[in-house]
């Protein structure tokens, strides 16, 4: 018999017949390093999707833990000290918010660039288009239903004017604005961007589920469900922006937008409710939705999306 072809005991494992082990090939190992790939780019989506919802609870929560070392404000502190310590607080959350991006784009082998923290001369007018885009839909909507008379009276802060627009602005911008769009829509969409309009919708939902606990002026359960149409709308208003600008300013304009029409309206006594909350969010959301559609036709839903690019 041919030496090539004859098999032993040996060849057949031994006496026992115990089936021989195959030498491990190159084949297997690039099976092995694709289920590695796998598993890896599957947890990498799982972090994308949750790690903006920690980040923000650990930057907003932390300050708060640090701020009761100090002795509380008394119910006569003057409007100048309770500007002062909203100011700080939101600056103090901003910067947390920005390191824990850091962190979380560095496991992605991203930059905070990428995510969209950088400024360019055309980055102001991107942030004010998006505060015109969120400040008139909030007002707009505020104006017809306070007339109509179908609103709660809105809340009353007991600060002067100078007061509340200083410490508005401050938390607009610096506490929710800029934090939550960079975590939200800058770094979790650009995570996610291989489909935009996917990451789009889970972005805007995962952020809306988050307000089940804000403080809104919600009465029951049912309203505190009402209430995220609107940080959904406006969410997709923003990031269809983002999108469309290749800017993320343009979604912290939209959002710090919405904050300010808020104020506004607080000054100017405009009412609050149900009906405000989903009416506006329905109208962010068709905004966004009519920014898809011209990015859509300008090829910028087509493939992976780049991310904030100026």
Same mark, same amino acid.
């Given at each position: ?18 089936? %021989? ?9 690039a099976g092995h ?5 796998q598993r890896s780019?599957?947890? @990498? ?52 918010a920005i390191g ?123 309203? %505190? ?32 937008? @919405? ?50 690019? %100026?």
């Amino acid at each position: 018999m041919d030496k090539f072809t004859k098999t032993t005991d040996q060849d057949r494992g031994g006496a026992t017949g115990a089936p %021989r082990a195959e030498p491990t090939g190159p084949t297997d190992h690039a099976g092995h390093t694709d289920r590695v790939s796998q598993r890896s780019r599957r947890w @990498l989506r799982v972090l994308a999707i949750v790690g903006p919802v920690l980040a923000l609870y650990v930057a907003a929560f932390l300050p708060a833990g640090l701020s009761m070392l100090l002795p509380p404000l008394s119910g006569d502190a003057s409007a100048g000290v309770v500007v002062v310590f909203v100011v700080v607080q939101s600056l103090v959350v901003c910067l947390i918010a920005i390191g824990l991006c850091a962190v979380l784009v560095r496991i992605h082998g991203l930059r905070l660039r990428d995510a969209g923290l950088r400024w360019t001369r055309t980055s102001g007018l991107s942030l004010l288009l998006g505060l015109a885009v969120g400040a008139v839909v909030l007002l707009g909507v505020g104006v017809l239903l306070t007339a109509a008379q179908v609103l709660r009276p809105g809340a009353d802060f007991g600060l002067p004017w100078w007061a509340l627009v200083s410490a508005g602005l401050a938390q607009a911008l610096f506490l929710q604005g800029f934090p939550e769009e960079l975590l939200f829509r800058g770094y979790q969409m650009t995570a996610l961007r291989a489909r935009p309009a996917v990451a789009l919708v889970i972005s805007s939902a995962v952020f809306a589920v988050m307000h089940l606990s804000s403080r809104g002026g919600q009465e029951n359960a049912l309203e %505190r469900v009402l209430y995220l149409a609107m940080p959904f709308g406006f969410a997709i208003a923003a990031g269809a922006l983002m999108i469309l600008t290749g800017s993320l300013w343009a979604a912290v304009g939209v959002h710090a937008g @919405l904050h300010v029409g808020s104020l506004i309206g607080v000054l100017y006594g405009l009412g609050n409710g149900p009906l405000l909350w989903v009416l506006g969010g329905a109208l962010y959301t068709l905004i966004g939705l009519g920014l898809l559609a011209v990015a859509r036709r300008r090829g910028q839903l087509d493939g992976i999306w780049s991310g904030p690019v %100026r």
